[in-house]
């Protein structure tokens, strides 16, 4: 069996920048080992399997599979306009673990619908997330949570920058993600970075599914409808963020197809 591959930089402007997806097409549904290994071997931080039937999409990191990856997503919709089955204009449902997520193909862009994940401000991260992440209480505005997955507002940009996480302590926690975020400058709303060692990925180097969650706190904090993000890993990539349907948002971004080739079984 050859199962039709490729490495797709999304949320990226230019080459090796923003964050490189796995987009594997299979004609049918294949067992969740088989999947799990695939994504082991390409060895980035999502690997996206699409079945163009059912048009069903996963995602698998290299150690398990997630509920909501967003640059995976974009990478998908890219390679699917690439090949000429989503045209500039149309829009694509995609059958998911969080429900339809529906893909708008532009020009230049191509923006997701995506569930707006308001976090819950009141459950602080605790005191050994903040040492593991290099962070002191008074560099820390607010905390809280959006499903398992830790939420961090910090003082600048600077300090979002500036992270160095002890990765060995915070595996040491329980957890599944956690972002770390800030009012941006020069031209961005937001800056932020995003960190699950939890499932193999230390640093992602730009996360969808997290600004599902930071458009909700920061449009609400800034009082906007838009914003424009930069997620300041050391690839770096940029989202538009805009509010839609209530309980919902729309992200878009740019992506670039790195390698193609063929999965032999």
């Given amino acids: 069996m050859e199962l039709a591959m490729y490495l797709v930089d999304a949320f990226a402007h230019q080459a090796f920048s923003g964050n490189p997806a796995g987009v594997c097409l299979t004609p049918e549904p294949l067992p969740d080992a088989l999947l799990q290994k695939i994504a082991a071997e ?36 890219h390679v699917l306009q690439q090949t000429g089955a989503l045209n500039s204009g149309e829009t694509l449902t995609f059958t998911t673990l969080s429900g339809p997520l529906h893909v708008t193909a532009g020009r230049d862009a191509i923006t997701m619908d995506f569930p707006l994940l308001p ?111 930069f997620q300041a890993s050391a690839r770096g990539g940029e989202l538009s963020l805009a509010l839609g349907e209530p309980g919902r948002v729309n992200i878009g971004g740019q992506a670039r197809t790195m390698l193609v080739g063929a999965f032999t079984l």
């Fill in 119 to 229: 976090p819950n401000m009141a459950v602080p991260a605790g005191l050994a997330y903040l040492a593991a992440l290099g962070l002191t209480d008074e560099q820390v505005t607010a905390q809280g949570m959006f499903g398992e997955k830790h939420f961090i507002v910090v003082s600048s940009e600077a300090v979002v920058r500036q992270l160095a996480p002890d990765f060995a302590a915070l595996r040491a926690l329980p957890g599944r993600g956690i972002v770390v975020s800030a009012r941006g400058e020069n031209g961005f709303d937001i800056v932020s970075r995003y960190f699950a060692p939890w499932v193999g990925v230390n640093e992602d180097p730009v996360t969808g599914s997290a600004h599902c969650a930071l458009a909700a706190y920061w449009c609400a904090e800034l009082g906007k409808t838009q914003l424009h993000a």
């Fill in 42 to 77: 390409m060895a980035v931080s999502e690997t996206a399997f699409y079945t163009p039937g059912s048009q069903q999409l996963r995602w698998f990191t290299p150690l398990t599979e997630v509920n909501l990856c967003g640059h995976g997503t974009l990478a998908t919709a």
